[in-house]
């Protein structure tokens, strides 16, 4: 049995495997992310004031659900 050797390097914030793994959903994961973050862009350009703090609860909304 031949030792299959893994890469060491990272693939921005994913392993090379889990890139891999995760390409098939890449855009589900992506074009949900953009709409969210463009429903919160307009949210700030409506109270006009760039905060932020309210990123937070946006990014915890986003990766809690996957």
């Given at each position: ?7 060491r ?10 890139a ?25 350009e ?21």
């Amino acid at each position: 049995m031949r030792k299959i050797r893994t890469h060491r390097t990272q693939i921005g914030l994913f392993s090379h495997q889990e890139a891999i793994a995760l390409s098939p959903y890449f855009p589900v994961y992506f074009c949900d992310f953009a709409i969210a973050l463009l429903r919160w862009l307009a949210v700030q350009e409506e109270a006009e004031t760039f905060d932020s703090q309210s990123l937070m609860p946006l990014k915890h909304q986003f990766f809690k659900r996957y």
